[in-house]
């Protein structure tokens, strides 16, 4: 059979079919592909499925994401993951293993990506092309979730038996696994060294969580991570693109983090806020569109991706910094600012002398939530402040409420007890004036992701 190659087209055929396949986002060659398989499908003899191109069409800049559905209960949450990435316009295909095809359907998840869902590794109708090396190479991401024990050992091991497994053996995409099993599977020393070495290539994990298990009576490590912690996650691997997302064209404002208020030059008061919760809030409004500005105060933690970071010390300073950065649409407080500082800062270090303390007079320190809150002409659309409290949480949080004159509070208990200081969980409530939620224990990029998915609802019904 006579062969012919792009090289081999004349000029014109050649720009003609290069400006074709960047209005498709295909490649050359893809492109040439699906032009062979239309003018085929003309044919009445044809008797070939629908081929792996027989996709929705998407705008090429949308990000295209590979969902590989392990078998396991937490199957029908990778429903609700399919509905959470198109919500952010991102493209999803499907890979189902064969024991995933035992709890949910091909064509449950074909419904909601509005694509073909793929299933066999030996499907004529796809690998007469080498299906499974496209799938690998026509991804910006793959997420394995729920990822079985089973299917953490092939990718550690390098095995490929299947499509799934295959797949992964021939991307060079970011991936990101979902890990979900049994406490006891995920803690057997095997399933450790595979994660380990998962770990070690450079594959990201989500999870597992703490929780009840499917099987009565078990419980601990090994629930998936849930939907919205799992697009937390995933988001910054993708290549983030500006003007799109639920806050496109929004201006958002976040701090975090503890203020330091020197005693003397060594010394200061302070709390033991990490900050990870405000950061959290910052990255997800970024990774949303949001042109997105974050005061911190001392913390340990990077500054997130596509955020404008100001660095500050104090309430003072904060206070300062944030007031620089109105105008903006939204405003979110969740910086543990200290309420009071020194009246005077000693100019050299204290020194300790026997039976004596030294006095230390302090004063109240600016009350940034109420300032911007109850400003005039620099007021936000929406300003919300957090409640860091260690008793009557919600009865604290709405008097804050009505004190403060902001929109809403986010109320979390921080007692010793609740271990939520400094730790990646959070169970919070969210207080307005029309009551009260209290949202599940989660991680604090899942908050994150979840409050800013309201706060996006909540600037689109005051713009209406």
Known sequence: MASITIRQLDEALKTALRLRAVAHGRSMEDEVR??????????PARAVAAPLDHQPKTDATQP?????????????????LIRRLKERSITVRCILTRAA????????????????VFTDLF?????????????????????????????????????????ASAVLLATRASVLVAPAMNPAMWHHPATRRNVEALTVAGIKLVGPNAGE?????????????????????????????????????????????PTHEPLDPVRFIANRSSGKQGHAIAAAAAAEGAEATLVSGPVALPDPPGVQ?????????????????????????????????PEKQKSQKMKKE????????????????????????????????????TEHIIENAKAKLARKGCD???????????????????????????????????SKDAVAHALVARMAQALSEKRA
Not at 65 to 79: E, W
Not at 226 to 247: D, H, K, S, Y
Not at 357 to 370: G, K
Not at 371 to 383: D, E, F, G, I, Y
Request: overall charge negative.
């Open 34 to 43: 699906t032009i062979l398989r239309s003018a085929a499908a003309a044919e």
């Open 64 to 80: 295209r994401v590979l969902l590989i559905i392990g078998g396991g209960i937490a199957a029908y949450k990778s429903l609700d």
């Open 101 to 116: 095809q035992q709890f949910i359907t091909p064509l449950s998840a074909g419904a909601l990506s509005g694509g073909r």
């Open 123 to 163: 499907d004529t109708a796809a690998e007469f092309d080498v299906g499974h090396i496209r799938l690998a190479r026509e991804a910006d991401a793959i997420v394995v979730a729920p990822a079985t024990a089973d299917l953490i050992a092939k990718m550690a091991n390098g095995l490929s038996d299947d499509l």
């Open 213 to 257: 298990m499917a099987e009565e009576g078990e419980g601990g490590f090994g629930r998936m991570a849930e939907p919205l912690e799992i697009v937390a996650v995933l988001l910054p691997l993708l290549t983030p693109v500006r003007g799109q997302g639920l806050l496109a064209g929004k201006r958002v404002l976040v701090t975090s983090g």
């Open 309 to 341: 970071t100001v660095k500050v010390e104090t309430a003072q300073e904060m206070l300062s910094a944030v007031t620089k950065a109105l105008p903006v649409d939204a405003a979110i407080f969740a910086a543990a600012v200290a309420d009071w500082r």
């Open 354 to 389: 026997r039976g004596s303390t030294p006095p230390i007079r302090v004063v109240e320190n600016p009350d940034i939530l109420a300032t911007v809150a109850h400003s005039k002409n620099a007021r936000p659309q929406l300003v919300i402040g957090f409640a860091a409290e």
């Open 408 to 442: 809403w509070i986010v109320a979390n208990d921080v007692s010793a007890a609740s271990g939520v200081m400094g730790s990646d969980v959070n169970r919070v409530h969210l207080v307005s004036r029309h009551g009260c939620e209290s949202w599940p224990p989660q």
